[in-house]
Structures are given as C-alpha cells and as structure tokens.
C-alpha cells in the first residue's frame, strides 16, 4: 500500500492549488482517503475525506475551516484522489499529508488511517 501526494508549492493569497495523491496497492472503493495538514509547531488537523458506501455514493466531510473553499474529489479509473484548493490563505500553510483507511469509522480522527503518504508542503504568502 502506497500513497504519493504531489502538487504543492508556493501561492499567494486568494489563489488556487490541486493537491494529488496517488494510491497503489488497493482500490479506492474500498478505503477511505483523508486530508490532513499540519503546520510547523502544530498538530495534525483534519482537512477534508471521502469514503465510498455500498449505494455508491460517496461521504464527503470537511472541516470548517475550508469549507466552501476545497473540494475532495476521487478517479478510480487513475486510482487518485484529489483536494482543490481555492481562496487560499495564510493559514491554510502547512503540510498536507493524504491517508487511508477503513471506509467505515471516525473520519475525522488521524488514528483512523492506517497508511500514510509522505506529504506535500503548500505555502501561502505574498
């Protein structure tokens, strides 16, 4: 099981980002994929998840925080999940980390993933 992110970088303020993570080793229909991000001298937050269920609809959640701002999306066909990111600000700064996890539990907590991927730095300054 792997996950990659890619598509961080440097932005300014108000200006727009897409995050990747690219999975292997399993299916997204079966998993859950969350977002996290963790800012230096911060803990880990929650960002945004998507799970699928057996209706074939997908939960999304998202923390306050950027709600109305990102949007998690899914390809299966490129096994890829997706976190555009619009209107960034400042404090959206951090690493962004993507994770898996089972498609049922409590998305909003980090212990609920069991795979990791190795983050991708976004930064948000003038």
């Known amino acids: 099981v792997q996950l990659v992110e890619s598509g961080g970088g440097l932005v300014q303020p108000g200006g727009s980002l897409r995050l990747s993570c690219e999975v292997s080793?399993?299916?997204?229909?079966?998993?859950?994929i969350g977002w996290f991000r963790q800012a230096s001298g911060k803990e880990r937050e929650f960002v945004t998840s998507i799970s699928w269920n057996p209706s074939r609809t997908d939960y999304l959640y998202y923390a306050d925080s950027v709600k109305g701002r990102f949007t998690i999306s899914r390809d299966n066909a490129k096994n890829t999940v997706y976190l555009q990111m619009n209107s960034l600000k400042p404090e959206d700064t951090a690493v962004y980390y993507c994770?898996?996890?089972?498609?049922?539990?409590?998305?909003?907590?980090?212990?609920?993933?069991?795979?990791w991927g190795q983050g991708t730095q976004v930064t948000v300054s003038s």
């Open positions: 080793g399993f299916t997204l229909d079966y998993y859950a």
């Open positions: 994770a898996a996890g089972p498609s049922i539990g409590d998305y909003y907590s980090a212990a609920h993933y069991e795979h």
